[in-house]
């Protein structure tokens, strides 16, 4: 889907950027999910996106499917897929890691 390595684990550490006005934001996802752009852009902002994909993080013996996003501005934003908002509102706090948990796809 990309040109970005994906295809591979991602063991590397991941090192946040976060205070200062700034936080973090995991999107958890399947492993069916890999390689998915995952966009975020500012409540009321639709335009204006960014994007990570889902990569295949392990970590201390567990593998863990994720996209992580740093130095988000606190506020509230909405989450792409596809070009469809998948969920809004979502809030980041200065300083604060938010996590979001989504179901594997459903047959």
């Known amino acids: 889907m990309s040109a970005e390595p ?9 090192v946040l950027d976060i205070g200062g006005g700034l936080g973090a934001l995991v999107v958890h996802w399947d492993d069916t999910e890999i390689d998915t752009p995952i966009e975020i852009s500012p409540t009321g902002d639709d335009a204006d996106r960014q994007h990570q994909h889902i990569l295949e993080r392990p970590i201390g013996g567990e593998t ?10 606190a506020g509230t934003y909405t989450l792409w897929v ?22 594997p796809p459903a047959d």
């Open 64 to 73: 863990f499917h994720a996209a992580v996003f740093d130095r988000i501005p």
């Open 6 to 14: 994906v295809a591979r684990p991602h063991p590397e550490p991941v």
């Open 82 to 103: 596809r070009d469809a908002a998948r969920e809004r509102d979502v809030e980041i706090r200065d300083g604060g890691v938010t996590e979001c948990h989504w179901a």
